[in-house]
């Protein structure tokens, strides 16, 4: 399904001249006219409107009763009226009715002075109320959950929170109760409101109704300070504005960009500031001592030391750059490694992409862009599950497939959050065997080279006819495909064969696994491949610098804002290379690599940082700086020019515009592409000149052939597969308000195979490869593949980075004792989060 | 008291309605039944039915009164899937129509959904019944297998390999599931909220396909048309109210009951004939179409034809048929508080002015009853019913905001009265009232709680 070309109409609102496009809704093409009407349930973003606050009321000749602008689609000729005394008279009721029942207490009220409610009663209402009875008393406030307060009696029963519940995140929580004036929302059975999206309907909320507990009380509208930038937690790269108050970070709220995330956050992008200003953020630089601990030391003390260390290591050093890396840093950092330092070890991921395959993939003709999800007739997800990977991806896609009949197939290793309910078709391979599905896909889509046989042929052959019938799709893949490069390969085919690279609308989506993983490859923060993807001299790559620190062959290692000890495959093996070698870290807090630094930088948070990052989809973002450094940090983009200064090279950047100007010169698809022009919005460089005629180069790497065909790994047991949790991560770990979301270990199993383990949900097992071992619990899951097994990587303790090595490997399970509940830490079978859910909300007292 | 006029039913829908077992197939198969349908399935095409309904001028008898044949006309041709329901959730105080007809002639009905359903080509057929009709909705459900055990229902209805499939379901509970499109939404497991219009049913209707819904006497009807042509049907009734209508009297009057009549006839004959009259009180006023409709005084209405178009001049409707009759005794206070408290209740919340203008009227109201209420109050009465009218999302608001308005305009003395002193119970005919003088201190206290705890949930 493409997107519908519409005609524009002409109509005459309050005797002004307005032209819309055919089918916008009264209320938005008044604005084009700059009439405002008001409203309170109408959000566009929402769907459909559902016309139930009647607050948008207005006349429209020829039509004897008042209608809901919301609702009413712009026709040709329409004569409209928003300010006769039938119009205002029917908004002053609707204003007097909304304040019956609603307490208003704005004083104490979070909302008062950001009010849509306020506003239209002073705008709209009639001034004074005739109500005088009791109003509705409700408790209050309520926990919805643990992160958001709700107060039913200022609750004006707009819908909207249970509108996104239903219709948006699907997570089907939120409803209204009861009826008529005695409405409120809630959830079944009063449980608390847990979903990775939930923080989305407090500022939705026209009213003070959905507060969140760690905004509320803190400032007042006309306290504060807001800004744009972008929240580089996660791939999804959303445009965010930052709430500040006395030059600290008190409230993160969306800041709509349809081509980016359409308006929406997830609770982890939201509430993931405290860590910003918390007590445990490194706020200079430290020098660890021969016992271990840390001690301050000043810039220049710490830059000449981190450059002598480098120094002495030379070509044997090697550099990771973690997703919050801007093209900026990564640039400067490269150059540093190559040109300072004649190093070409730098990775900015543990996958290894081909730098082949990678500049082919890059071309614009074959990128699909965000929005193009849309209007797709059909989305293939890939070896991904954006909920975990690029949350807002989640949301896209389903309202692709809810709004405009999106056909959605998937094929992952684990079952993903899409399949079961969105989508049509869900094929499950085995852990690392996407490359036998990928490559039957292939062969079933008639590309030359590979046979439509094979494990998964049936599969395929099914996917292969749902692609072909549908002309436009966009298929959406994980970077981990990369972990065998004949599967991207085979990818690519897949998008010639379908004729992508051919059609507008269509083309292939990357889900990496950090948030700027584009743009430090666009800066060229690869082995063997520079800036722009060029060919660079060879260097080794995130495994061989692994195993080069570990056997001494590496002796010196930057890390910007990297943990791979906790993020990456054989995470112990890190750990053990990092704790034997001289390590550089920029770090906001002491994470688990940074634990092994010797010179620990203060690195700036994406709410303090100037510079820019590339979104999945090829839009270049700027972050812009919303609260001032705090005492003691310095730019990073400085302290690593700093750095190269001192190695020698004559780098000359005053700020970090110049730093851009001059990536920007080394990389031909960026052009001249200056600050200004990516602005709020961000700009696609494939959509701009030079870039959208940009051809890559033949660069050095090879060309995905002559890949070893993939074998099951042998022995008996489960095959292992690893995943992402969105709370899994180190956002969670340092904010007090999502720290009873991060997951302990859980070993997912199929029906099937709990039966034969006679195991099941909850029991407590060791699970162990090898000699590495680590404890869970038994998640037992639908639509899983039996024969699999899955851990999260990420978690605080039983890390399955423990026994992953990045290769599907077989695992043994044990039952372990049930460990005594006496609430001292107990390993890795603590269950914090169970006990969160399980835990009933505060009674509201006697129903 | 004028002796009562003449006044006789004219029984097309209720023709055996006393013939016991009539609701069994075979009983109504052996007095004529299930012969429509054969005509309309092995004789006529589905235009031919439309035309036939269409031609007949059978309005809607659920309480809106428009054309059925024009409603089922609107839906799509071509092959999708289409859907009619048939609306049975009667719930509105004053009429009990319906559940007679389903109760005592359900095969009458199920033919009717049959004929319609090849009319507007539509395959999956619904009953949506309220959900206290416990017994009729057994008896549908007997009937409906019935119904399918002798080939009427099926994948082949009479081996003609047209598909009509029934469902009976039952609602759980809700008036505002009587609005249409809230009655699809709850028949789609959704919260009985009314959508918003359009798009109208007949385009996107029951899980977005075309969907035609009628009233239980709507469709009750359609056999004897498709049976005996539309020219006979228009013979009876007048020219824009063709046919018969089941006219449900209740309230002061000596014989409450159902009575099929022409309509046309005079009020006066439904009431003082039929229903027996008053017990020689004065007739004070009377609701003409169920608890929705303005009321009407005696003198305004009793010698009105009983028709859709004479109910409308007067500024009153004919609605579902059904009238409740208030003698003198009747203090219209308590009246508009009785109607207004029904429809608060039942009030879904989705649109603002029906859920707190229902709320502000009962409790304005109740102070009104108490003797707390000042002049302002009444002033606010009337203008609240005039801002909820026209302005909210379905017609429920409204159907409070006419009668209640109807009542403050047309016995403003009483309601004068009332601010001065309240409206005393009448030997506890209305309810129990009292003064406000003579409520003692705890008991208000103790009225007041329960307030709180059955508005605010809060005790």
Redesign the interface.
């Given at each position: 399904m493409s997107q519908p070309i519409r005609n524009a109409v002409t109509l005459v609102v309050d005797g002004r001249e307005v032209v819309a496009p055919e089918g916008t809704m009264l209320v938005d093409a008044a604005k084009m006219g700059d009439i405002e009407i008001p409203v309170f349930c109408y959000e566009p973003k929402l769907g459909p409107p559902v016309g139930a606050c009647r607050m948008c009321l207005v006349e429209i000749e020829g039509i004897p009763k008042l209608q809901t602008a919301c609702s009413t689609p712009v026709r040709d000729g329409m004569v409209v009226y928003t300010q006769t005394d039938q119009v205002k008279e029917a908004q002053n009721a609707v204003v007097e009715f909304l304040l019956v029942n609603h307490p208003l207490d704005c004083p104490v009220c979070d909302k008062g002075g950001e009010c849509p409610l306020q506003d239209i009663a002073m705008g709209w209402g009639p001034g004074k109320s005739r109500f005088t009875d009791p109003k509705r008393h409700y408790q209050k406030p309520l926990e919805l959950s643990p992160l958001i307060a709700i107060d039913r009696e200022r609750c004006i029963l707009c819908y909207r929170c249970v509108r996104f519940s239903q219709e948006i995140s699907e997570d089907e929580q939120l409803v209204l109760h009861e009826r008529g004036d005695r409405s409120f929302v809630g959830t079944f059975d009063d449980r608390p409101y847990i979903a990775p999206f939930h923080g989305n309907v407090i500022e939705l909320c026209p009213v003070g109704a959905l507060t969140s507990y760690s905004y509320r009380f803190r400032a007042r509208p006309w306290d504060i300070e807001q800004a744009g930038s972008i929240c580089t937690l996660c791939p999804s790269q959303c445009n965010v504005a930052f709430t500040v108050r006395d030059e600290r970070v008190m409230r993160v709220l969306a800041r709509d960009n349809k081509a980016v995330d359409d308006g929406w956050l997830c609770d982890k992008g939201r509430f993931g500031y405290q860590m910003l200003s918390g007590s445990e953020r490194i706020t200079e630089p430290m020098v660890r001592a021969g016992d271990g601990s840390l001690s301050p030391v000043s810039w220049e003390e710490a830059i000449r030391m981190a450059a002598d260390g480098l120094r002495k290591a030379g070509p044997r050093a090697a550099a990771l750059a973690g997703g919050g890396t801007s093209n900026e840093e990564g640039f400067l950092a490269q150059g540093l490694m190559r040109d300072a330092l004649g190093s070409g070890n730098l990775d900015s991921s543990p996958n290894a992409p081909d730098p082949q395959l990678l500049s082919e993939l890059a071309r614009p003709e074959l990128a699909a862009k965000v929005s193009d999800l849309d209007y797709a007739g059909g989305i293939l997800v890939l070896g991904a599950d954006p909920l975990h990977e690029m949350p807002i991806l989640d949301l896209r896609i389903r309202k692709a497939v809810r709004r405009n009949g999106t056909r959605l197939l998937v094929a992952t290793e684990r079952p993903s959050a899409l399949d079961g309910g969105a989508a049509t078709d869900a094929v499950r391979y085995a852990p690392g065997e996407a490359i036998a599905f990928i490559e039957s896909l292939a062969g079933a889509l008639g590309a030359e080279g590979y046979e439509a046989s094979g494990r998964y042929a049936k599969d395929a052959a099914a996917i292969a006819d749902a692609l072909r019938a549908i002309p436009d799709s966009v298929i959406v893949w994980g970077e981990r495909l990369w972990r065998r490069p004949g599967a991207v390969k085979a990818l690519h085919d897949i998008a010639r064969a379908l004729q992508m690279h051919q059609r507008i609308g269509t083309g292939l989506l990357e889900v990496p696994e950090e948030s700027n993983a584009r743009g430090l490859r666009e800066a060229g923060f690869l082995p063997e491949t520079g800036p722009g993807y060029r060919t660079a001299a060879a260097g080794k790559g995130a495994v061989q610098i692994r195993d080069g620190l570990a056997s001494g062959d590496l002796s010196a290692l930057l890390l910007l804002g990297s943990d791979p000890v906790r993020n990456y495959p054989g995470g112990e093996t890190w750990r053990r290379a990092l704790a034997s070698t001289f390590v550089v870290a920029f770090a906001l807090t002491e994470d688990e690599s940074a634990k092994h630094a010797n010179i620990v930088f203060p690195a700036e948070s994406h709410a303090e940082k100037e510079g820019v990052v590339t979104h999945p989809d090829g839009r270049l973002q700027r972050l812009r700086r919303n609260v001032p450094l705090p005492s003691g940090v310095r730019p990073t983009w400085w302290a690593l020019a700093e750095i190269a200064e001192a190695l020698g090279t004559n780098v000359d950047y005053g700020t970090p515009e110049d730093v851009f100007a001059a990536l920007c010169a080394e990389v031909p698809f960026y052009g001249d592409t200056a600050y200004e022009e990516i602005g709020g919005r961000g700009l696609r460089w494939q959509e701009r000149d030079p870039g959208s005629s940009w051809v890559p180069q033949p660069t050095g790497g090879g060309d995905g052939t002559g890949v070893p065909a993939y074998a099951p790994p042998e022995g008996e047991g489960l095959v292992l597969g690893t995943y992402k949790d969105i709370w899994a991560a180190e956002a969670t770990r340092r904010n007090p308000s999502l720290r009873f979301l991060m997951p302990t270990q859980r070993l997912e199993l199929s029906a099937k195979d709990a039966k034969t383990l006679d195991l099941a949900n909850g029991d407590p097992v060791t699970v162990s490869a090898d000699g590495s071992r680590l404890e869970a619990r038994v998640s037992v899951r639908e639509r899983m593949r039996p024969g699999a097994a899955f851990l999260i990587e990420g978690t605080e303790t039983d890390n399955a980075n423990l026994i992953a090595t990045g290769e599907p490997r077989r695992i043994t399970v044990e039952r372990r004792p049930e460990p005594e509940t006496n609430g001292s830490a107990s390993g890795g079978g603590g269950n914090g989060r169970a006990r969160v859910v399980a835990t009933p909300m505060p009674a509201e007292g006697a129903r | 008291m004028a002796a009562a006029p003449t006044a006789k039913e004219t029984r097309i829908l209720f023709r055996n309605i006393d013939e016991p077992e009539l609701a069994s197939i075979r009983t109504y198969k052996e007095l004529g039944g299930y012969q429509s349908i054969r005509k309309a399935f092995l004789e006529m095409a589905p235009e031919e039915v439309l035309k036939e309904l269409e031609e007949s001028g059978l309005r809607g008898r659920g309480g809106a009164g428009f054309s059925m044949g024009k409603k089922a006309s609107f839906l799509p041709r071509g092959d999708m899937d289409k859907y009619l329901c048939c609306n049975a959730d009667e719930s509105e105080p004053g009429a009990f129509k319906d559940r007679e007809l389903m109760q005592k002639n359900p095969h009458q009905l199920i033919e009717g959904i049959i004929i319609a359903a090849r009319a507007a080509g539509a395959n999956r057929c619904f009953i949506f019944i309220r959900g206290e009709y416990d017994l009729q909705g057994d008896i549908l459900d007997q009937a409906v297998e019935e119904a399918y055990e002798a080939g009427f229902l099926g994948e082949s209805v009479l081996d003609t390999g047209e598909q009509v499939e029934l469902v009976v379901h039952r609602g759980a509970g809700?008036y505002?599931c009587g609005e249409e499109t809230a009655l699809l939404d709850s028949l789609e497991g959704k919260?009985g909220n009314p959508r918003?219009k359009p798009p109208f049913p007949a385009v996107q209707g029951l899980y977005g396909g075309p969907t035609l819904i009628n009233n239980v006497e709507t469709l009750s009807n359609v056999p004897h048309i498709v049976g005996s042509g539309a020219d006979w049907f228009k013979q009876f009734g007048t020219e824009q109210s063709p046919g018969t209508k089941v006219v449900s009297v209740s309230g002061d009057v000596r014989k409450p009951g159902n009575y099929e009549v022409e309509l046309g006839i005079p009020t006066r004959e439904l009431i003082e004939g039929l229903a027996g009259g008053t017990e020689e009180r004065a007739i004070k006023c009377f609701f003409p179409g169920g608890s929705s409709a303005p009321v009407l005084t005696a003198e305004e209405g009793l010698d009105l034809p009983y028709s859709f178009e004479a109910m409308q001049e007067a500024g009153s409707m004919l609605g579902s048929g059904s009238i409740i009759v208030c003698d003198e005794r009747t203090s219209i206070v308590q009246l508009a508080l009785r109607t207004a408290k029904f429809y608060?209740?039942?009030?879904?919340?989705?649109?603002?002015?029906c859920?707190?203008?229902?709320?502000?009227t009962v409790?304005?109201l109740e102070?009104m009853i108490r003797g707390e209420a000042t002049p302002?109050d009444l002033e606010?009465i009337a203008?609240v019913q005039k801002?909820?009218t026209?302005?909210?999302?379905c017609v429920l608001g409204d159907s409070m905001a006419a009668p209640v308005g109807s009542m403050v305009e047309k016995f403003r003395p009483e309601f004068e009265e009332a601010l001065e002193k309240g409206v005393p119970s009448l030997n506890g005919r209305n309810g129990g009232a009292r003064s406000g003088a003579a409520e003692s201190k705890g008991r208000r206290a103790r009225r007041?709680a329960e307030?709180?705890t059955?508005?605010?949930?809060?005790?």
């Open positions: - | 809700a505002i919260r918003l608060h209740h039942e009030s879904c919340g989705k649109c603002t002015p859920r707190e203008g229902t709320n502000w409790k304005m102070r302002i606010t203008s801002n909820i026209g302005n909210c999302l007041e307030h709180l059955d508005a605010g949930r809060s005790r």
